[in-house]
């Protein structure tokens, strides 16, 4: 990292960067929130969504994350960077983002299911603003960005032990895990607001179409650290280095 660019400003920069898109998807899901309960047909889509996760449980809370967080980027990066020509790094990448995410998805339904069973399935003003404080505030800050951070370095380097070793110090979470945070903060807050404002069953659906695009915030994040990624490339960019 640059001397001149505080963790402060390396997260700004990261979510500046990525404005448009972050607005893009949180614009879709908006969009979609409003039309589940306007639209009749919407709504009555989304519930049957929702009834095929209920009657396959915890495959489709698996197989919906790796779609979202692997496999969805990975595509992206052969057709738009490799010119449809898939090689053996994505299936090496295959083989490290498919467990990580599905570990992932699996934890964050059962977040949701606990907020529920805590603050109760109602999307009542105060429950929703409970449920983003532990989900963005506790989950977030003690687990989520460190885990995902940690996993990308990990990748990054070689699997080497040194991020491991790395991670529970001070300096590294200020450096790292704060910055990512911010970048976190600005397109999961609206995210969170929007999601915790459907019913439960409905939830970690709509999570899984936003997962993609954190995945690719997250990629710029890490190769930012790695020094492969200017500080103010597009994220489409970071993709390159997958």
């Known amino acids: 990292m640059e001397k001149s660019r505080t963790p402060l400003t390396l997260g700004w920069e990261a979510a500046r960067a990525n404005a448009w898109p972050a607005l893009m998807i949180q614009a879709l899901m908006l969009a979609l929130l409003i039309a589940f309960y306007a ?75 606990g907020e529920a069973a805590l603050l109760g399935d109602v999307a009542s003003v105060p429950v929703v603003l409970a449920k983003i404080g532990i989900d963005q ?37 200020r450096d790292k895990i704060l910055p990512t945070l911010l970048a976190t903060w600005a397109v999961w807050i609206p995210l969170m607001a929007i999601i915790y404002s459907s019913p439960l069953a409905l939830q970690f659906p709509l999570f899984s179409l936003a997962l993609s695009f954190w995945v690719l915030l997250l990629t710029y994040m890490t190769n930012r650290f790695a020094g492969k990624i200017e500080a103010d490339a597009p994220l489409a960019l970071a993709t390159r280095e997958l």
């Open 137 to 173: 505030f506790g989950y977030n800050v003690l687990f989520a960005a460190p885990f995902g951070v940690l996993t990308y370095e990990w990748k990054n380097s070689g699997l080497s032990l040194r991020p491991v070793r790395d991670l529970f110090t001070w300096r590294h979470y």
């Open 39 to 113: 639209s009749s047909s919407v709504s009555a889509a989304l519930w049957q969504l929702a009834e095929f996760k209920r009657r396959h449980g915890v495959l489709f809370v698996i197989l919906a994350a790796v779609a979202a967080g692997a496999v969805v980027p990975e595509l992206f990066l052969i057709l738009f960077f490799q010119r449809a020509r898939p090689t053996r790094r994505n299936l090496r990448n295959l083989l490290f983002t498919i467990p990580v995410w599905a570990f992932d998805g699996w934890l964050v339904d059962l977040l949701y299911r």
